[in-house]
């Protein structure tokens, strides 16, 4: 692994690319769930119990996003509750350095104090970091990424 500090990109989600409930014909009932595939990435969860994070959680479910596991990462208020997704329940772990051991992509929804702690840290274990805060919005070497815009700049 690199001991350069790769840049934290960020990506800002537009809740009007999904619709606010998943139609009929797209119900987990009606479909074929393509996560949990040893494959795909390892992703996290920053911030899971707010918001945003279940908003995360609700578009990785209705686009079937992919992923080899998923960690449900909190501050330590909510660590040790259960959270359901996709049928399963997970348990939230305390956000600390270590959470981004074996994460390949980690989901920031926490405010930007907590983005500026722990994105760096999780972007020097090599994790692409997605944060939906205005921590790193004046950083010059940290790309604002709209896919529909500009997605060359999504290094992966």
């Known amino acids: 692994m690199s001991t350069a500090f790769s840049p934290v990109p960020r990506v800002h989600l537009r809740p009007s690319l999904s619709p606010p409930h998943p139609s009929p014909r797209h119900s987990p009932s009606a479909r074929i769930r393509a996560s949990l595939q040893e494959s795909r990435p390892a992703i996290a969860v920053v911030g899971v119990t707010g918001a945003v994070g279940q908003e995360f959680l609700r578009v990785l479910s209705d686009r079937d996003f992919p992923f080899r596991s998923i960690k449900m990462l909190a501050s330590n208020?909510?660590?040790?509750?259960?959270?359901?997704?996709q049928d399963k329940d997970y348990l939230i772990e305390e956000l600390t350095a270590d959470s981004f051991d074996g994460v390949d992509v980690a989901l920031f929804s926490a405010g930007g104090s907590i983005s500026k702690a722990f994105g760096p840290v999780a972007a020097f274990k090599g994790v692409m970091v997605v944060d939906n805060s205005s921590a790193f919005r004046m950083d010059d070497g940290v790309p604002l990424v709209i896919p529909e815009v500009n997605r060359r700049l999504w290094r992966v």
């Open 77 to 85: 208020r909510s660590a040790g509750r259960s959270i359901s997704f």
